[in-house]
């Protein structure tokens, strides 16, 4: 398997984008609802977890692979005032709407590096659980327990 990977990975031909960008490194680390894109064959997948909390490439379409879903964890101002967030992927945005709080949703554009739009994390919205014993689970957010100095516990009802 490896040799294979390598062969394919190396090829100038193929080309495999994770989040459009080539990549060559066959232990390069692509993550959650990162977008893998496989040039010569013209398939496009979405890194997901499945129902047991393992790694699954879901294919969809090619106007779905101009974006991904990030999650926001943190928003700060900058030097010289200027506001920013950091999403659960690394990445720094600058500039983002003012609505946008930690633990929500932004719809980031690969291509533009832009924020398209956001959802916020309240009850009654769609989910998926990213840590835990609970990995993979997809369901309705019911209810949202706030300890401060301590985690947050969100109720999910399966969907």
């Given at each position: 398997w490896a040799r294979e990977v390598t062969t394919i990975l190396?090829?100038?031909d193929v080309?495999?984008?994770?989040?459009?960008k080539v990549?060559?490194?066959?232990?390069?680390?692509a993550g959650f609802m990162d977008v893998i894109t496989i040039e010569k064959t013209g398939?496009?997948?979405?890194?997901?977890?499945?129902?047991?909390?393992?790694?699954?490439?879901?294919?969809?379409?090619?106007?779905?692979?101009k974006y991904k879903l990030c999650r926001v964890r943190k928003c700060q101002t900058g030097p010289k005032g200027i506001p920013f967030i950091v999403t659960n992927d690394g990445r720094t945005i600058r500039y983002p709407d003012p609505l946008i709080k930690p633990h929500d949703t932004v719809r980031f554009d690969i291509g533009t590096s832009k924020v398209?739009?956001?959802?916020?994390?309240?009850?009654?919205?769609?989910c998926m659980v990213t840590g835990?014993?609970?990995?993979?689970?997809?369901?309705?957010?019911?209810?949202?327990e706030r300890h401060?100095?301590?985690?947050?516990?969100?109720?999910?009802r399966d969907s």
């Open positions: 190396k090829d100038k080309n495999v984008r994770v989040d459009g990549r060559t490194d066959t232990t390069y680390p398939d496009f997948f979405r890194l997901l977890y499945d129902v047991k909390g393992r790694f699954i490439l879901h294919k969809i379409t090619p106007e779905e692979a398209l739009d956001f959802i916020k994390f309240e009850t009654g919205n769609l835990g014993h609970n990995l993979g689970r997809v369901g309705v957010i019911t209810s949202r401060p100095g301590s985690f947050d516990i969100v109720h999910v």
